[in-house]
């Protein structure tokens, strides 16, 4: 692959005995990065913040502009202490944040959630994408039905001018996401978080399995779908090897590994390397 791009990584921490402080998760990052070949990581914050989630102001200042990175922030929407959305647009005008993470289920509201269309005129107004968690989560105190993938559906259809991204392929509900794909060209996914740490045998062939299936569905993958890992919940280094044995076709693993996220994340230098998306399919 000529460059790779990880398009859903964090800085939180997620285990009180091994809690560090923003920047050391950073230097800990470039360091994986560094390690596994990744050019250029999207860094998502959350939907709340704490000792353990920092707030999308510490994480800009703390990557102070390095051209490794993005950000894209998370929307606090049902928490005590909600985003101020005239802020974020105010961030996204001025080119530090490059798109906006929803976290249904979690901050429990569902996708379709009327309240959201202030958010998504917002993101059509910048032409930033809007990046939705989809499938299981990682709180059991979460509601997954409201993170289904087929309500994306739902908002492309009613916001045509908003680029979405089906975080975590909608697992586990990946042919209700390949049909989401396939109906609206204004979708797109990532193929993060399918495991916590690292692959084992058996459960990477049974993934590899179902989202061959769900690319055989949906066509060209190269069009709508992006590499990303869901670090530090994911090691680097299985994921690498897990998109390598997708065994697509050269043009496919390029745009999936780097050129889709380039153009949608709008990436300097990258962006312009990528050139034009691949047209349409027809159907």
């Known amino acids: 692959m000529k460059h790779l791009i990880d398009c859903h990584v964090h800085l939180n921490n997620y285990h009180e005995t091994s809690r560090r402080p923003t920047k050391e998760n950073v230097e800990d990052l470039f360091a994986k990065m560094e390690e596994r070949g990744v050019d250029h990581a999207v860094v998502l914050t959350s939907y709340k913040v704490d000792l353990d989630r920092p707030a999308v102001e510490e994480v800009i200042e703390t990557l102070a502009g390095d051209p490794r990175t993005s950000v894209v922030e998370g929307l606090r929407w049902r928490g005590d202490e909600r985003t101020d959305l005239f802020s974020m647009e105010e961030r996204i005008r001025d080119g530090l944040v490059k798109g ?4 249904p289920g979690y901050d429990r509201y569902a996708i379709n959630d009327p309240s959201l269309e202030t958010v998504f ?3 059509a107004k910048h032409d930033v994408p809007v990046m939705i968690h989809t499938g299981d989560t990682y709180s ?6 409201q993170a289904h993938p087929l309500l994306v559906d739902d908002v492309a259809v009613d916001f ?3 680029k979405f991204v089906i975080c975590h392929l909608g697992n586990p509900w990946f042919q209700d996401t390949a049909e989401v794909l396939y109906k609206n060209e204004n979708v797109f996914a ?3 978080g399918l495991t916590l740490g690292e692959f084992d045998y058996e ?7 179902r989202v061959k299936d769900m690319i055989q569905y949906m066509g060209d993958p190269g069009r709508q779908l992006m590499y990303g890992s869901d670090w530090p919940l994911v090691a680097m280094g299985p994921y690498v090897k897990f998109l390598e044995n997708l065994e697509l076709g050269d043009e496919q693993r390029e745009n999936v590994a780097w050129r889709t ?5 709008k990436i300097p230098g990258l962006m312009q390397e990528a ?3 691949p047209p349409p399919i027809d159907g």
């Open 100 to 103: 906006i993470k929803l976290y």
């Open 121 to 123: 005129r917002i993101a």
């Open 160 to 162: 045509p001018d908003v």
């Open 140 to 145: 059991r105190s979460a509601k997954v039905r």
């Open 203 to 209: 459960f990477e062939r049974y993934m590899l399995l």
């Open 275 to 277: 050139g034009p998306p």
């Open 190 to 192: 990532d193929m993060s």
């Open 261 to 265: 996220a380039a153009r949608l994340f």
